[in-house]
């Protein structure tokens, strides 16, 4: 009984997605002794992640691992991930999303045609800009910060402050070579590989935002596994998660240690800083949060206070 | 296997006689059926989801702009100039014809546009002057397929979305190879036209060119916009085409004072059902393009090619000679959209610059439009020439003959594209 | 009779919606330029509304293109057919092009009623706008295509006529046309500047 199926990865084999893309699917062979049959698709050569979660739902394709938030727009709860100034560090990120919250927001999935296997980590999001460094909740006020396509994103850059832009990726570059804004927000691989470090002087470690990866199962194709070969993706999604994890850090170390070497300014924000911060943001977390979300919040909240004291 | 299958569909279904959109529909089908998967969400959804890019916007953007444009008379304006300038050359309406050509190249993607308005206005007066008129249709037909290797381009808008290539580095590394296309036609009419007597015009006096010149920089502007926007970074290729849409209906509206509401609608549905032809098209191509990355379309022929994998030189050669091939019986936009998502794996691959690649693969299928036996240009200079398509093809070899040694040049000397390329980046 | 009316009305409409659509996307991109340009800000909506028309703008300008005979074809070998072979060459191909619409009418419907609930990011409406294009175009090409193969079997046709798409001296026709209405309206303002 030979099972085959296509995994779409958005991003090149090198990043820290395709690594853990790599890993699971050699886990994944090794263990079922070569019967289950993963084939990757990297640069996103199947199409986006919207259209590809599509995919899945409707069958023709069988994996894919969008960041949570192209899930919002289908399922509002995984918008708390989204939350700006959510979370201080990858632990707390780690509690809520492999705990009971995780849980949660994974049993969500089903009724839309997809299985969640498990959350990787694209990392945390620091703004770079051309004019000056963000060490305070004032350096905000004069900048034009671009805000990608979602709501949440747009109000969480005016109430710190500053003024957004909506830009798709690829008008990125050149509106900040130009100057037509001053800044952006992406994790520092992702800067490093848009190249916007040539065209931005100052990054500041503002970890505004923390970005999960989610990996996903077709349900039409998850129903038609046996109940081994279920438990043996998920197990082999959550030790490659181990493995993602690493590799995403080591990038992301690896890619701030570059910019620094090719002049970026690079700054720390200090933790009262980053308070103030989330305490200028929490009228977003009350807009946003309704209904059944105000629920998840509070959970999310409880488990990050564990960690925190 | 999977490569044979595509192919024998692709050209069964069209020898059928239907729309080639459908006939690459039914080949990705055939793919599909062919892998044992077959599911009719893949077609829908990869259909809309090619149409679904902000990029390809350009394409209705860049076809209206020149929509307004011609509506204004921008064309005679064009030849206007040019015959201010060079007609009183000896063969001067020839060079008139190619500077005309060149400069309607920088204001319109569409080869098959730019011949028609030439011709219709050149030939014509080539013919009342005294030109061998089948020499002037050839050379006005070499001319037009200037078009698409000059920004603005929508063979490069294509081949930029298909391959995953930045458009606006696409689009300036298309200038240099353009002006070269010219300045071969420039030799190869100085050449056929040497021992040719007629009389050629008076000369213009300074006063009576800047007077020309006047009434024409509304539209030299607009080159000065496209390229200009794009090399600061002030636009997108997309936002580019906008404006450029834009600046169009306002010289005809308030410059030329030609566009009144009731053609800006008529402008406006030609650019909506000429794009809805070429996008529907590239729309079919994706749901192909997914088949033949599901069917490892690509390795399969990298495998054949496996023997010069290793000298770039070789394998590009290989890969524009059956561009050329197919040239010679296909249209320029289907072959851009069959043939770059099998080539571009291969390519990176071999670590050719896709850029390079890009403007050298534009150029090849482009001569294809004045190839025979099907030759779209051809057929239109044929027909508004008045001439039989056996005449159209004497007069425009020695100008083929021109362009292809370009071709090769660019082949043997890559640093022709990519070193100007560099310096727009 | 009432048919032919009633297509027209249909055609009609249809160039009125992509004209109307494709103008509102100019302004949508328009506006975000000026809007970042000029005023240091930017129209959220106008990205994704603009490509939600564009994609409709191309579907159902296909369906017009199709009853319009304008889609890009090969007719090298169904020009020298005779007029029996011709026939059968129509009902061939369009039976395999119809087979294509009913593909996108199933899929696109399976994947307007999974996306009924998946929202755009900023717009805020259902995903199922953009796939219910696909859905459209099924069934119109579909009606457009069996139009015309009803049309060229059994109408009084010259055979030269008897193919589903446009031969190249149509297109050219075409273009030829929209010069001269150019070219008039040019010899036509130079008689009025010059009378000035
Ligand atoms: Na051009
Ligand atoms: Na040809």
Redesign the pocket.
């Given at each position: 009984q030979e099972i085959t199926a296509k995994f779409s990865v958005t991003l090149p084999e090198a990043s820290h997605q395709g690594q853990g893309v790599a890993k699971f699917v050699q886990l994944v062979k090794e263990r079922s002794q070569g019967r289950i049959e993963i084939k990757p698709y990297y640069n996103a050569a199947l199409g986006n992640d919207v259209q590809v979660t599509s995919a899945l739902q409707g069958g023709s394709i069988q994996f894919v691992v969008p960041q949570t938030t192209t899930l919002t727009g289908m399922i509002k709860e995984f918008e708390v991930l989204d939350y700006p100034f959510l979370f201080d560090s990858e632990q707390e990120a780690e509690a809520v999303l492999d705990g009971a919250v995780g849980q949660r927001l994974l049993d969500t999935l089903p009724e839309k045609g997809l299985v969640g296997l498990a959350f990787w980590e694209n990392g945390f999001f620091n703004f770079t800009n051309s004019r000056h460094p963000i060490a305070k909740l004032e350096d905000f006020n004069d900048l034009k910060l671009r805000a990608v396509q979602a709501k949440i994103s747009q109000e969480s850059i005016k109430t710190l402050g500053a003024t957004p832009v909506p830009l798709a990726v690829p008008e990125l570059f050149t509106a900040l070579e130009t100057r037509t804004v001053d800044g952006q927000g992406t994790p520092a691989t992702v800067t490093t590989a848009l190249r916007l470090d040539e065209v931005q002087k100052y990054l500041s470690k503002t970890r505004h935002t923390y970005g999960a990866f989610i990996p996903l199962v077709s349900k039409k194709f998850w129903d038609k596994l046996s109940e081994d070969d279920r438990k043996l993706l998920l197990q082999a999604a959550i030790d490659a998660r181990t493995y993602q994890r690493g590799v995403a850090r080591d990038q992301d170390r690896d890619a701030l240690a570059r910019m620094a070497a090719k002049g970026v300014a690079i700054n720390e924000v200090s933790p009262a800083e980053r308070t103030r911060m989330r305490e200028a943001s929490k009228p977003i977390w009350d807009a946003f949060a309704q209904g059944s979300m105000v629920e998840v919040l509070q959970a999310t909240q409880a488990e990050i206070a564990k960690v925190r004291k | 296997m999977t490569a044979a299958v595509f192919l024998s569909g692709l050209l069964g279904a069209m020898l059928l006689g239907m729309p080639i959109a459908f006939a690459v529909l039914i080949s990705a089908v055939l793919l599909m059926l062919f892998l044992g998967e077959f599911d009719p969400q893949v077609v829908a959804q990869n259909a809309i989801g090619g149409a679904d890019n902000f990029v390809l916007m350009a394409v209705p953007f860049f076809i209206l702009a020149g929509e307004f444009m011609n509506a204004g008379g921008l064309s005679r304006r064009i030849v206007d100039m040019a015959m201010a300038f060079v007609g009183h050359l000896r063969g001067g309406l020839g060079y008139v014809a190619i500077l005309a050509a060149l400069v309607l190249?920088?204001?319109?993607?569409s080869a098959v546009a730019d011949t028609a308005a030439l011709g219709a206005l050149l030939v014509p007066m080539m013919r009342e002057a005294g030109y061998n008129t089948e020499r002037a249709c050839g050379l006005i037909a070499a001319g037009g397929i200037i078009?698409?290797v000059?920004?603005?381009?929508i063979g490069f808008l294509l081949f930029g979305v298909v391959a995953n290539v930045s458009i606006t580095q696409l689009f300036m590394a298309g200038i240099v190879p353009g002006a070269m296309m010219a300045i071969s036609l420039v030799a190869a009419w100085w050449w056929v036209s040497r021992r040719d007597s007629f009389n050629p015009a008076p000369r213009m006096p300074w006063i009576g060119r800047i007077g020309v010149l006047g009434r024409g920089v509304w539209a030299l502007m607009m080159p000065v916009i496209i390229i200009g926007g794009l090399k600061m970074g002030v636009f997108t290729p997309t936002e580019a085409a906008v404006v450029a849409a834009f600046y169009a209906l306002f010289v005809g509206v308030f410059v030329y004072r030609e566009l009144n509401l009731k053609s800006i609608y008529h402008c406006l549905l030609i650019a909506a059902r000429t794009s809805a032809v070429v996008l529907i098209l590239v729309a079919m191509a994706m749901v192909a393009s997914y088949m033949i990355t599901i069917a490892d379309v690509p390795g399969q022929i990298g495998a054949w090619l496996e023997p010069i994998a290793d000298r770039p030189g070789m394998l590009v050669s290989a890969m524009l000679l059956i561009a050329f091939g197919l040239g010679m019986v296909l249209d320029f936009i289907p072959i851009v959209l069959v043939l770059t998502p099998v080539f571009m794996p291969i390519i990176r691959a071999a670590g050719v610059d896709p850029v390079y690649f890009g403007v050298v693969f534009i150029m090849t299928v482009a001569i294809g439009m004045i190839t025979p036996p099907v030759g779209v240009v051809l057929n239109v200079i044929a027909s508004i020439g008045k001439v039989s398509m056996e005449r159209a093809v004497r007069g425009v070899l020695p100008f083929l003959a021109a362009e292809a040694l370009i071709v090769i040049l660019l082949l043997l000397f890559p640093a022709f594209v990519t070193v100007p390329a560099g310096w727009w980046r | 009779m009432f048919f032919d009316r009633m297509t027209r009305v249909v055609t009609r409409m249809l160039e009125v919606v992509i004209v109307v659509s494709l103008a509102l996307m100019a302004i949508l991109v328009f506006g975000n330029v000026v809007l970042r340009y000029g005023f240091d800000s930017g129209l959220a909506v106008s990205d994704e509304l603009a490509r939600l028309l564009f994609v409709w703008v191309i579907f159902l300008g296909a369906i017009l293109a199709s009853r319009e005979h304008a889609h890009i074809g090969l007719d090298a070998l169904v020009r020298r057919l005779s007029p029996f072979w011709k026939k059968v060459f129509i009902c061939l191909s369009g039976t395999l092009m119809l087979g294509c619409c009913a593909l996108f009418v199933i899929g696109g419907w399976s994947q307007t009623v999974i996306n009924l609930d998946n929202t755009y990011p900023v717009l805020g409406i259902s995903y199922a706008w953009l796939y219910a294009a696909a859905v459209v175009f099924g069934i119109g090409m579909a009606i457009s295509i069996a139009y015309n193969v009803f049309d060229a079997v059994t109408r009084p046709h010259t055979p030269a006529e008897l193919v589903l798409i446009r031969d190249m001296e149509d297109r050219i026709g075409e273009e030829m046309v929209l010069l001269a209405d150019a070219a008039e309206a040019f010899e036509h303002n130079k008689r009025k500047e010059n009378s000035k």
């Open positions: - | 190249a920088s204001l319109s993607g078009a698409p000059i920004p603005p381009s | -």
